[in-house]
C-alpha cells in the first residue's frame, strides 16, 4: 500500500516536471518574438544596401524572423529605414531574383497598414511576370504567409472600381501560374490557383449583376 502511495507521488511529480518544462518553453518562445532584435534588422539592412552582395542578401534574410513578431510598436525607425531604401528590394523583385522576393514575403509578415499593403501589390505584380519564382517563394514561406488571398489577388488602387480590368489582371496572373511546369510546385500551384479562381469567379458574378443579364442571374442563382 505505501509502495502504491509512493508510486503516484512519484507520477503527480513526474507531471508537474512535465507541466514546468513546456510552460517555461512556451514562455521562451513568447520571449524570443517580444525581443526581434530591431537595430540588428537594420545594421544588416544598411550592409545589404552598401555591400550589395549575394552574402549580404543572403545574410539579411536569415535574421529576418519567419514568424510573427509581437513588439512592432519599437520596430517604427527600422520599417521606416527600410523603406526609405526601398528602391533595392522593388528592383530584384521585378527581375525575380527569388532571395529577393523571400524578403519581402518575410518583411511583409513583420510591417502593418500601408507597408504590408505595398508590398502585396509589389509581390502580386510579380506573379504573371515571374511565375515559378513566385511559386518557389511561396513554397518556402507558405507555413508564415497571412491572409495568402490578399497576396494573390492585391491589385492595388489602380485597380479599384475597375471590374474588368481586375479580371483581367487576375486571370493573367491566373494562367501564367497554370503554365509552371514543375512537380515540385504542384501542391502551392494547385493551391494558388484555387485562390485566385474563386476570386475570378466572383467577378464574373458580379460582371452578370452589373449587366443585369436576368437570364444568366437564373442560371447562377
Not at 520571449?31 to 545574410?59: F, G, M, P, T, V
Not at 511559386?135 to 492585391?154: F, G, V
Amino acid at each position: 500500500m505505501n509502495l502504491f502511495k509512493i508510486e503516484s507521488k512519484v507520477q503527480i511529480f513526474m507531471l508537474i516536471v512535465l507541466f514546468l518544462v513546456i510552460f517555461l518553453a512556451g514562455n521562451q518562445k513568447l520571449s524570443a518574438k517580444e525581443d526581434y532584435n530591431w537595430n540588428q534588422l537594420k545594421q544588416r539592412y544598411k550592409y545589404y544596401l552598401s555591400h550589395k552582395s549575394d552574402i549580404s542578401q543572403k545574410s539579411l534574410l536569415e535574421i529576418l524572423p519567419k514568424e510573427e513578431v509581437t513588439n512592432l510598436k519599437d520596430a517604427d525607425d527600422t520599417i521606416d529605414y527600410i523603406f526609405n531604401n526601398f528602391a533595392i528590394l522593388e528592383e530584384g523583385a521585378k527581375a525575380g531574383d527569388l532571395d529577393t522576393i523571400n524578403i519581402l514575403v518575410r518583411l511583409r509578415r513583420i510591417t502593418d497598414g500601408a507597408n504590408s499593403e505595398y508590398i502585396s501589390i509589389l509581390l502580386g505584380k510579380i506573379i504573371a511576370v515571374h511565375p515559378e519564382v513566385f511559386l518557389m517563394s511561396l513554397k518556402e514561406n507558405l507555413d508564415n504567409i497571412t491572409r495568402l488571398d490578399s497576396l494573390l489577388c492585391n491589385l492595388g488602387p489602380k485597380y479599384v472600381d475597375k471590374i474588368y480590368k481586375q479580371t483581367e489582371e487576375l486571370e493573367r496572373r491566373y494562367l501564367a501560374l497554370r503554365e509552371v511546369d514543375n512537380k515540385s510546385l504542384a501542391k502551392v500551384k494547385d493551391l494558388a490557383l484555387y485562390i485566385l479562381s474563386k476570386e475570378i469567379s466572383r467577378n464574373r458574378i458580379n460582371i452578370i449583376y452589373i449587366n443585369y443579364d436576368q437570364e444568366l442571374l437564373n442560371k447562377v442563382n
